[in-house]
């Protein structure tokens, strides 16, 4: 089983609805993250949090929310999708060992939206 | 504003000779740097990391090398395989950031039999 689970894997919808990306982990990571990721483009960073009480805006949060419902469950949603968040979406863990520690993080496979 | 940038979108190289990977950065508060992998329908996969307290981390057929003057570091595979034919990333991150990542636009590797 993966480390790192994301659902659903794939997912089409219309503008205007209301979605949620889930993730779980299995590794213990107190620290988990949202990016997404756009053709030519890097990953940027949605959402990160590093403990079920500390959430914390990315570089492009706007027109999404997160919710850590557990130390291992951060869920994504989107409240009105728009066809400009079609995209390759991706969660990860690290493990914190402190708040400036350096860690890699570690992804799940992604979840593939588009929205029409 | 591309804070770290892969200028070269692909790359091919032939089976057993040197892979060399190049990212720039311009955040100078970047201090920790890493590379990723990634093969299709798959997330990144972590390759190896290096601080800016060096200038070269090695693991197996992987290396990296930072140029800090520069603002530059490179992965070298050596001997290179067909089955590290995937997308590179490289991402940095700095100690005041909380240690976010910014990642380049990668680059695809295709290593040719």
């Known amino acids: 089983d993966a480390d790192v689970t994301q659902t659903p894997r794939n997912r089409i919808t219309k503008t205007g609805k209301r979605i949620m990306l889930e993730c779980s982990q299995t590794?213990?990571?107190?620290?988990m993250y949202w990016y997404r990721q756009d053709p030519g483009l890097g990953l940027r960073l949605i959402y990160y949090?590093?403990?079920?009480?500390?959430?914390n805006k990315g570089e492009i949060s706007d027109g999404y929310s997160v919710s850590r419902q557990a130390q291992a469950k951060f869920s994504l949603s989107l409240e009105s999708a728009i066809p400009n968040q079609t995209a390759l979406y991706f969660c990860?863990?690290?493990?914190?060992?402190?708040?400036?520690?350096?860690?890699?993080?570690?992804f799940g496979d992604g979840t593939r939206l588009s929205i029409l | 504003d591309q804070q770290v940038k892969q200028n070269s979108p692909s790359l091919s190289v032939q089976e057993g000779r040197i892979s060399i990977l190049n990212c720039d950065y311009t955040?100078?508060?970047?201090?920790?740097f890493l590379w990723y992998k990634k093969y299709p329908a798959e997330g990144p996969t972590f390759l190896i990391s290096i601080s800016s307290i060096k200038d070269k981390n090695e693991d197996g057929r992987f290396t990296v090398f930072l140029n800090k003057s520069a603002k530059h570091l490179s992965l070298h595979i050596v001997p290179s395989q067909p089955g590290d034919s995937a997308v590179y990333f490289c991402?940095?991150?700095?100690?005041?950031?909380?240690?976010?990542?910014?990642f380049g636009s990668g680059t695809q590797l295709t290593v040719l039999p």
């Open positions: 990860a863990t690290s493990d914190g060992l402190g708040r400036g520690s350096n860690q890699p993080q570690h």
């Open positions: 955040n100078s508060m970047f201090d920790y």
């Open positions: 590794k213990g990571h107190d620290r």
């Open positions: 991402a940095a991150s700095a100690s005041g950031s909380a240690r976010q990542l910014t």
């Open positions: 949090s590093f403990d079920v009480k500390d959430i």
